[in-house]
């Protein structure tokens, strides 16, 4: 059994930045895709990035790719989602994903409980 925790969000001003981290226990990550998702208040959850197992492929939806870089370090069991260019509808929860193995076309097995992330005009 793997445990997510995010970390990171926080109020920022429309065109700041912010990075997200994603830990994770009880099991090694390397061998898995990592995702994080968003939920904006009043909306379902949605897709933003995944990366591969190894890190070699990443995936964005087109609302956020070329502002959000998503990356990982599988030393230290965290994935990273570095949010630049936030605007107000980068307002939600973010959380954070494992696919169930190394490809981010399987389905998701294990969720974090979320961070908030507030992007103010």
């Known amino acids: 059994q793997v445990q997510l925790v995010e970390s990171g969000g926080g109020l920022v001003q429309a065109g700041g930045s912010l ?12 061998s898995y895709a990592m995702g994080w998702f968003r939920q904006p208040p009043g909306k379902e959850r949605e897709f933003v990035a995944a990366i591969s197992g190894t890190g070699a492929n990443t995936f964005y939806a087109h609302s956020v790719k070329g502002r959000f870089t998503i990356s990982r370090d599988n030393d230290k ?11 107000p509808e980068d307002t939600a929860v973010y959380y954070c994903a ?9 389905p998701r097995d294990s969720w974090g409980r979320g961070t908030q992330v507030t992007v103010s005009s």
């Open 77 to 87: 069991n965290t994935v990273y989602l570095q949010m630049n260019s936030l605007k």
């Open 19 to 30: 990075r997200l981290s994603c830990a994770a226990s009880g099991r090694n990550l390397s």
């Open 98 to 106: 494992k696919y169930q193995d190394s490809s981010y076309t399987t």
